[in-house]
Each structure stands twice: as structure tokens, then as C-alpha cells.
């Protein structure tokens, strides 16, 4: 069973991957680099202090820190531990594919860091920010959707490599979002 599911995604994965034209290769070269997504964080960072102050704004950099640190680490823990090739490196999907980006990345892609990483945050400002800033988590959840999608875009990771990471993010974002209003309650935040 396993195998069969692994073989949808593989063909998933290659339908995704060759709906992308040229012409929209740029935009989601863009939104896949990490360092692009520095305004939108930015932004938090201000909402972070407007609304909490300089104390509850630590705890928050703390908090997201330590929540980037947990993602990051489990997904190399799975690419190694389970050892599924990204799509790029798996010599029956590669002939197929498109690769938009010059570099594949790493041998192993189960799961995406970058969707975990994207959503994982996502998910913790939205806990944080759900009754105190309108539309913020709509933004926050577009903005890790398009990130996690443009993965399997650019051809690095299969579509459950992303629905993991997902989880995986969605997850520890909650739960690092509880960890820290149980801080701001015993700080007086």
C-alpha cells in the first residue's frame, strides 16, 4: 500500500511540477527564497511589539527561534532517517520533470523544511494574533501556502514531502503559540 501511495505521488508531483511555464518561473524562485520573506516578518516583529510590548515581544522572538530550531532539526532527523530522494535526484522523475532551480538541495527531501518552517510560524502568530489583528492569520496562511506550494513549483520536493511539513509546522506552531501565552501569563504580559 505504501508503495502505491508513494507511486500518486509521484505522479502528483509530476503534474504539479509540469503545470509551470517560464514565464512564472521568477515569481516562485522568489517566493521559495527564504530571505524574501524578510518585510512579512518585519511586519510581525512591529505587530509583535504593538501589541505585546518589549517583554512579550522577546518571549515571541524566543518562541519563534526555538520553533524554527525544532522544525528545521526534525525534518533533517526525517530526510535521514527515512531517506526518500527529492524528486530532482530520482533518476524515473527527473527525466520528467521541470527543475527551476539551479541547485536540487540535499539527497533526501522527506519533509520540507520550508513548508514547516513557512507554516509553523504561520500558525503561531495566528494563535497569537487571532481576536487582535483582522485578516492577519488569511495573510500569514496564503503566505506559507505559497511558499509550501512553491516547492513541488520549483521541483525539490514531492507533494507529501510539503503535506508533512505542513503538519509538522502547523503543529509546533500551536504549540509553541500555547507555550508562549503560558509565558506571557506568568510574566505579566
Known sequence: MIEQVLQYDKEL???LNGLGTEAWDGFWMFIT???NSAPLYL???YLSYRTFGWKGTGIILVSIALLITCTDQLSNFFKYGIGRLRPCHEPEVSSAMRLVKSYCGGQFG????HAANSFGPAIFFTVLFINKVKYISWVLLFWACIVAYS???IGVHYPLDVLTGVLVGSLFGWLWAKLAIFAFQKTGV
Open 43 to 45: 511586519l510581525l516583529f
Open 13 to 15: 508531483f509530476l503534474f
Open 151 to 153: 516547492r513541488i513549483y
Open 110 to 113: 522527506y519533509f520540507s523544511a
Open 33 to 35: 527564497t527564504t530571505r
